[in-house]
């Protein structure tokens, strides 16, 4: 992830507007403030139950390049006023979770949160994505404090568990990088019947887990 400090070196379409260095800046501050949620959602609770929910956290603003691509798809005018306005995820936080269980309990803590609103929320767990995709979205808005003003800026949190970060990265890196014309046929219905399985293994690893811990808790 760029620095806050190089904004002033890079050349980009936006990089002519007066407001470029602080509206990355924002959304940079934006993310460093969502990671840090989440990072002390997790310590309290493995202070409070002896176990981290959150395996581990990852964060990113959105490339220029990205954002562009996106608002000329969406015929959206290209400029920070239309980016801020018309795409959610400029600023995204992925939160991977050991199990099911823990990802609806980490989304209830943070939405617990009197300074996130939340915007939108697409479960995609209870009802994956046409092409097996599962995920907990949260479109949120916070608030960034900043020496003379508050600005509220927006922010997609994709929460996820291992099992289905590890088909979501490789469906990526299949469907996604590779040249779309090449792709042989069946992939797609290939890469839904591996989400289908993953899906099962992980629930399957969740009701052990349960298991284990109901053993633990009555002796045996």
């Known amino acids: 992830m760029e620095k806050a400090e190089n904004f002033k070196n890079r050349i980009t379409v936006f990089s002519d507007e007066p407001e470029y260095n602080m509206v990355r800046n924002l959304y940079e501050c934006a993310v460093k403030q969502l990671a840090l949620?989440?990072?002390?959602?997790n310590s309290e609770f493995n202070v409070l139950y002896d176990r981290?929910?959150?395996?581990?956290?990852?964060?990113?603003?959105?490339?220029?390049?990205?954002?562009?691509?996106?608002?000329?798809?969406?015929?959206m005018?290209?400029?920070?006023?239309?980016?801020?306005?018309?795409?959610?995820d400029i600023a995204g936080v992925r939160v991977v979770c050991q199990y099911i269980d823990d990802v609806y309990r980490v989304a209830e803590m943070l939405e617990?949160?009197?300074?996130?609103?939340?915007?939108?929320?697409?479960?995609?767990?209870?009802?994956?994505?046409?092409?097996?995709?599962?995920?907990?979205?949260?479109?949120?808005?916070l608030p960034v404090y900043l020496s003379d003003r508050t600005e509220f800026v927006g922010a997609e949190i994709q929460i996820r568990t291992i099992a289905m970060d590890f088909w979501a990265s490789l469906e990526h890196d299949?469907?996604?990088?590779?040249?779309?014309s090449k792709l042989p046929d069946g992939i797609n219905d290939e890469m839904l019947e591996c989400a289908g399985k993953i899906s099962e293994i992980d629930k399957k690893m969740q009701d052990m887990y349960k298991r284990i811990k109901a053993a633990e808790s009555n002796g045996d």
């Open 37 to 41: 949620k989440f990072e002390v959602l």
């Open 52 to 75: 981290n929910p959150i395996h581990h956290i990852e964060s990113r603003v959105k490339s220029d390049e990205s954002i562009v691509a996106k608002l000329k798809k969406r015929g």
């Open 77 to 88: 005018p290209v400029n920070l006023s239309s980016a801020r306005e018309n795409v959610n």
């Open 112 to 141: 617990r949160q009197k300074d996130v609103e939340i915007i939108k929320r697409q479960d995609y767990i209870m009802l994956p994505n046409y092409n097996g995709y599962r995920s907990l979205h949260l479109d949120i808005r």
């Open 174 to 180: 299949i469907r996604y990088k590779a040249d779309k």
